[in-house]
């Protein structure tokens, strides 16, 4: 014999057993339990990450469905699915990530109801950017062009933003931040954000000062001098100071003679 319930319902849940009777008696089989419950199904899937070589990564699913429930991660070996040993949890953490870590990993639900299997979620491992040269200070003229590079390590691709003081420079996004036609307003500490997926690093601050160079506007003048006499040269001239003074005789050098007016 054979008794069928169409689309169970909670309130199904209980013990049923069969009677047979006949005109010499009566037999009872053994109960048999009907438990009613929601097989697993994941409400939320392990999200893709880009983890720096090193630092811990953490896979949080979320799944329903009638416990108990029992679950088990694994990771994709070439056309197939590993199953990693000692991770019964609901998370995955990986507490050290290196290169080997790298791959696809999933998670599947068991109950007494049915199994299902989490989407699998990519695991990308890499190096944060490193800098290796730095921009260095520079002493520009008006209208000159000047430029500040930087050299980095780490996981490409890179990109790169320029601040000056501080704040981003809009559309000074290269390895190199040229400036053209110089003048006192450009004038600043520069320094460059590189980053990758896996995190950032900032250069160190490069000074810009700009300014003239010096110009002679009145040239030393030619004089006559009697033997024991005094006589004195001057030179004027313009430029950003401070301004250095060395004056010379038939193209030597003169000691001590380092001021305006010798």
Known sequence: ATYSIASVQGDHNGTYRAIISNAYGTVTSQGASLAVGAAPAFATHPQSQNIANGNPVTFSPTATGTGPLTYQW?????TSWATITDEPDLSYTIA???TASAGRYRVTATSPFGTATSQPATLVVGYIPEILSHPIDVNATDGDMVGFTVESNGTAPFSYQWQKNGVNINGANKKVLAIAYLNTTREGT???IVSNLFGSAT???????V??????TVNPVNKNATADGNVTFT????GTAPLIFSWMKDGTAIPGANEQTL
Do not use: F
């Not at 694994?74 to 070439?78: A, L, M, N, R």
């Not at 250069?203 to 000062?209: D, F, I, P, W």
């Open 96 to 98: 050290n990530v290196s």
């Open 211 to 216: 300014g003239g160079a010096p110009i002679v």
């Open 235 to 238: 030179v004027t001239c313009t």
């Open 190 to 192: 520069y320094r460059v």
């Open 74 to 78: 694994q990771k994709e070996s070439g």
């Open 203 to 209: 250069s160190n601050g490069a000074e810009l000062m």
